[in-house]
């Protein structure tokens, strides 16, 4: 089954982060490689990537006088969308094990929610 | 004679090279080498022991001369096979295919190991047609057989010991199911190219049939899925929408697999002792005689589910038991034993109490539980068929 990991970074995750030594971003990089390495191994990592900082967000708004975009998050919006995974478990309770093993999991807010699939029973007997 | 004989043969032939290789044309020209080489030695040096292993093994060293020829495609299991030289073993002994079912659905592995190891080995599927089948990256399907493999390093290729058989045995029964069951509920066109999972698993059921002909449970399985399958031309509308079993056109379901499966299920019934599978075959076969949907002998089908409820509680068997009671004693009733089971809170008990307030005359409740149901699978097909269902209740004169 497909789960989507979606990581939040807030206000304090990021000063964290900014406030590392080039050294420990680093070895936070490196956590993250061996990290994906292992998914690699286990083929249950699909894909993932890190976004690009929250202040490069553009918003796309449609509506009945057309369309316009416009720069950046709501300042209020504390929790950004800093990274995603989409993973491949044989079970939901994986899913959430890999997710607690991101390396920022212990700053960040994470998200796992399961993907619709294309099978299911609509033919029982009704 | 020569010629018949290797008329008779081509089939054979060129199915097992499929299986172990894919690639439909390129087998089919290794096959075609073999049957020229065989029509130019038999004449002359004999016909071999074996002529279906002599063209097997033949058109195999051919096919692995093609793959030589085009190193630049070879893929790794490709050569995997290549290292192997095939030998007349290709084509395996009765009680190996056992062996091999019961290894693949080994209780160290997790189910989804066992499902892509049994295709993969037993079904002789590629690992990209499994990873298709599936709607998963290739690697994923690759590093599950593999992991699987290594955890089976250790463990004998030898028929487990005769106490723990029947438990083996279910285990391979499972798997089967959920391959069928895979199949039988993706969305027609969900994947290009996919696999027949359902075919496969009724051929795979079929060969575990004839090895265990006196196993009622295995006789079921072949005979649900048989039954099941059946149904498959009229399960969708011609916008891809499913029909319902109600609404089908019965005449489009396959009769001669209904009249299989029925024989199947009858002897099984009445030979060996009853088990879960036989009870589910035994629903379908009764669903599948009725020659309309008002003809359905649903006092029967009850009488099963309260079987069926003893044998293998469930909250799918609770919930499709209360479909037949409405049918048998009204949908008050049902509804009624619905309101008192608690432990049915799932998105299928929204779609029971849907349609049991839809047979009760309250369209704007069925709307309501629909839409719940709706919102709440995990399922894309099954989501817009419930959107559907709750659009047309609302739109229904009652019927």
């Known amino acids: 089954m497909k789960y989507l990991v979606l990581i939040y970074g807030n206000p304090a995750s990021r000063a964290a982060w900014a406030g590392m030594s080039d050294e420990q971003k680093a070895e936070g990089l490196r956590a993250y490689q061996r990290f994906h390495e292992e998914l690699e191994r286990t083929g249950e990592r699909i894909v993932s990537e890190r976004l690009a900082a929250p202040e490069l967000t553009k918003q796309v708004h449609v509506r009945a006088d057309g369309v316009s975009t416009t720069d950046g998050p709501f300042a209020e919006i504390k929790e950004q969308l800093a990274g995603f995974y989409l993973l491949e478990c044989d079970s939901e309770a994986r899913a959430l094990e890999i997710a607690a093993r991101i390396p920022e999991a212990p700053f960040a807010t994470i998200e796992v929610r399961p993907v619709m699939g294309l099978t299911g029973d609509v033919d029982f007997e009704l | 004679m020569i010629d018949s004989l290797l008329r008779d043969l081509i089939p054979q032939v060129l199915t097992a090279l499929v299986r172990r290789y894919g690639d439909f044309g390129k087998c089919e020209d290794a096959v075609q080498e073999a049957l020229l080489a065989a029509a130019v030695q038999w004449p002359k040096d004999g016909v071999p022991d074996n002529p279906k292993a002599w063209l ?192 089908q056109n019965r005449s489009r379901w396959d009769a001669s697999a209904i009249a299989e499966g029925s024989a199947l299920i009858e002897h099984a019934l009445t030979t060996t002792p009853v088990g879960p599978y036989q009870l589910q075959a035994a629903i379908a076969a009764v669903h599948d005689e009725a020659p309309t949907a008002d003809d359905t002998d649903w006092p029967q089908i009850l009488l099963l589910y309260d079987l069926l409820q003893q044998l293998a509680p469930g909250p799918m068997v609770d919930l499709n038991r209360l479909v037949a009671l409405a049918r048998v004693e009204g949908p008050a009733v049902a509804l ?64």
């Open chain 2, 56 to 247: 097997i093994t033949t058109a195999s060293r051919r096919r692995i001369e093609m793959w030589r020829s085009e190193a630049a495609r070879i893929r790794r299991e490709e050569t995997v096979a290549a290292l192997e030289p095939p030998s007349f073993e290709l084509v395996p002994q009765q009680d190996d295919t056992l062996t091999l079912l019961l290894l693949c659905c080994h209780p160290a592995l997790s189910r989804p190991s066992q499902v892509a190891l049994t295709l993969r080995a037993v079904g002789g599927l590629t690992t990209a047609e499994i990873a298709r089948a599936y709607l998963v990256p290739e690697p994923t399907i690759g590093q599950r057989i593999s992991r699987a493999k290594q955890k089976l390093r250790g463990a004998e290729f030898a028929l487990p010991p005769q106490d723990q058989l029947p438990e083996r045995v279910a285990a391979v029964l499972q798997v089967l199911y959920l391959v069928f069951t895979e199949g039988h509920t993706a969305s027609s066109g969900s994947a290009v190219n996919r696999v027949e999972l359902t075919a496969e698993a009724i051929r795979l059921a079929r060969q575990l049939h004839a090895l265990l002909p006196a196993d009622g449970e295995v006789a079921g399985l072949l005979a649900l899925m048989l039954l099941t399958d059946a149904r498959r031309p009229a399960r969708t509308g011609p916008d891809g929408i499913p029909v319902p079993l109600a609404e």
């Open chain 2, 336 to 399: 009624a034993e619905l309101d008192a089971t608690e432990h049915l809170d799932h998105y299928r008990a929204d779609v029971v109490r849907a349609h049991l307030l839809e047979l009760s005359g309250d369209p704007r409740g069925a709307h309501d539980c629909y839409v719940r149901a709706a919102q709440r699978t995990l399922s894309l097909p099954e989501r817009e068929y419930f959107e559907a269902r709750a659009l047309r209740v609302m739109s229904e004169k009652p019927r």
